[in-house]
């Protein structure tokens, strides 16, 4: 009889992040290898590529209205 193999359970977020990381490397690979051609994968390594870096990105500046200058009120 052959011994009897443990089966560890992987985590579902585990296997979701491996991949994730698999379809990163094809899509790095393939946009590494030629010049963009606009096909299906080059376009998914750009939008993976603009949400990955989108937290680099500087922050649009506020418009700040200045304030009327206020005047001292009579007691």
């Not at 491996?18 to 963009?36: F, G, K, N, T, W």
Request: glycine share 0%; net charge negative.
């Amino acid at each position: 009889m052959a011994p009897q193999i443990e089966r560890q359970t992987i985590p579902e977020a585990a296997v979701e992040a491996d991949v994730m990381r698999e379809q990163l490397d094809y899509l790095i690979q393939h946009a590494a290898s030629s010049a963009p051609c606009a096909c299906s994968a080059c376009e998914r390594f750009a939008r993976a590529r603009s949400v990955l870096l989108e937290i680099f990105n500087e922050p649009q500046a506020a418009k700040v209205l200045p304030m009327p200058p206020q005047f001292a009120k009579a007691a």
